[in-house]
């Protein structure tokens, strides 16, 4: 078709330049425009080649209306980033910390017992005793249990029943904030209801891990922590501490000296706030808080009083503490406590106060730390942490120009 439009083109040359009347002339021009047909229907007839090419030999690429078509089917689904290039059937979007055989069909008995609740502990192994209590309480309770290892020794736990049964990391001298974040990410632990980043310094003789997630489902808690026994714990915020005839409480009151609370009041540590040594939250909460935490700041002060913007909604009702089941908070100094190689008595120093309280239970991995620490500059450098922190909030608050604070306050300052 393209020959025959050339053809016709040059007829029509041809009849114009006869007209002319000098024979030099009319050839010379004549060969002109033969020249310029011939270049034109190489031109075009290329391209129509290249057309037919690019449809039958896409290379790397597809179609060009098929492609326009597809965007436009498609343009809506959401991909996880990076999946983009997959068929969206073979992305799997979640994963979760359950170990597998290495060979055969999984156990029945297992499946049936899917794991939907996290405990993630930081360990060391002169708290062991008190650990594995923790352990084999939420154990029964079907709970996967994560222990994070800040002393490096993972083999000394072999000789405990559960030892297999439990995912092990180990770092030295890291806190749970750092191990939180690197190996807690929401995407990891998605499938899991609640996530409990605790402590290993806590008595659990009073505390039944079914019950709780009971009594926080019911009450409708994202972020929540069981009470202090305040008689045999260190207490370092006084809504932390247990109310004997009360089943959950969401703020504290207190009407003298500095920072005072009344029922007016909104923000923590009045209300909407939990201690860090053992908090709890839900799948949404942890995702959010998680976003927080910050990979160089591994103490997270200062992260406390900000927990309450990640409670799903009111934070004057969506975080709380639990009294009916509660713990013991044994306020033992862990990282940089005392030198590599010091041996552990069995009790605290008897000028303790909490010595004098403790039940027999209550001090299996108590010490007395007659040997210089590094707990002074550990405290040093959290102080350092939380102002740094603060200022990374007060900088990212101006900046967000479409940031707004749902509690159009400014969070209250205090130190730990």
């Given at each position: 078709m393209l020959m025959k439009?050339?053809?016709?083109k040059n007829m029509k040359s041809f009849s114009f330049v006869s007209l002319m009347p000098d024979p030099k002339a009319k050839l010379y021009l004549c060969s002109l425009l033969v020249a310029a047909s011939l270049?034109?229907?190489?031109?075009?007839?290329?391209?129509?080649?290249?057309a037919k090419d690019y449809k039958v030999f896409p290379g790397f690429g597809i179609n060009g209306m098929q492609h326009i078509a597809q965007t436009d089917k498609c343009k809506d689904k959401c991909r996880p980033l990076g999946s983009e290039v997959l068929p969206e059937g073979i992305v799997s979007r979640t994963s979760n910390l359950e170990m597998r055989p290495l060979w055969g069909p999984i156990d029945e008995k297992t499946k049936a017992k899917h794991s939907v609740n996290l405990l993630a502990l930081p360990v060391g192994i002169k708290q062991k005793k008190i650990v594995n209590q923790m352990v084999e309480k939420f154990l029964e309770n079907d709970f996967v249990v994560m222990l994070f290892h800040y002393d490096g020794i993972v083999d000394e736990w072999n000789d405990l029943d559960w030892n297999g049964r439990v995912i092990h990391v180990s770092a030295i001298n890291q806190t749970k904030w750092w191990f939180a974040r690197r190996f807690l990410h929401p995407d990891i632990v998605s499938e899991y209801d609640y996530i409990f980043l605790?402590?290993?310094?806590?008595?659990v003789e009073n505390f039944d891990p079914g019950s709780y997630l009971s009594i926080v489902k019911e009450e409708d808690l994202e972020i929540s922590q069981p009470a202090l026994d305040a008689s045999k714990s260190e207490v370092h915020?006084?809504?932390?501490?247990?109310?004997?005839?009360?089943?959950?409480?969401?703020?504290?009151?207190?009407?003298?000296?500095?920072?005072?609370?009344?029922?007016?009041?909104?923000?923590?540590?009045?209300?909407?706030?939990?201690?860090?040594?053992?908090p709890v939250f839900s799948r949404a909460a942890w995702r959010c808080a998680w976003y927080m935490i910050q990979n160089d700041l591994i103490h997270a002060w200062g992260l406390d009083f900000l927990l309450g913007y990640c409670a799903q909604g009111d934070r004057t009702r969506k975080v709380g503490v639990v009294d009916s089941e509660y713990i013991v908070h044994m306020g033992l100094?862990?990282?940089g406590g005392v030198s590599v190689g010091h041996k552990l008595t069995d009790e605290f120093p008897s000028s303790s106060a909490q010595a004098e309280n403790l039940s027999d239970s209550d001090t299996l991995?108590?010490?007395?730390l007659?040997?210089?620490?590094?707990?002074s500059a550990v405290r040093k450098q959290s102080y350092i942490e939380m102002t740094i922190f603060r200022k990374r909030?007060?900088?990212?608050?101006k900046a967000d120009q479409c940031w707004v604070d749902p509690y159009k306050q400014t969070v209250e300052q205090t130190v730990h």
């Open positions: 439009l050339c053809m016709q270049i034109s229907c190489v031109y075009f007839t290329r391209n129509a080649f290249l605790w402590d290993e310094d806590l008595g915020h006084e809504i932390t501490a247990r109310r004997r005839k009360s089943r959950v409480h969401r703020r504290f009151y207190k009407f003298k000296g500095g920072g005072r609370c009344y029922d007016n009041s909104t923000g923590p540590p009045c209300v909407g706030w939990v201690e860090m040594m053992a100094p862990t990282l991995a108590t010490s007395a007659n040997e210089f620490d590094n707990r909030w007060s900088d990212a608050v």
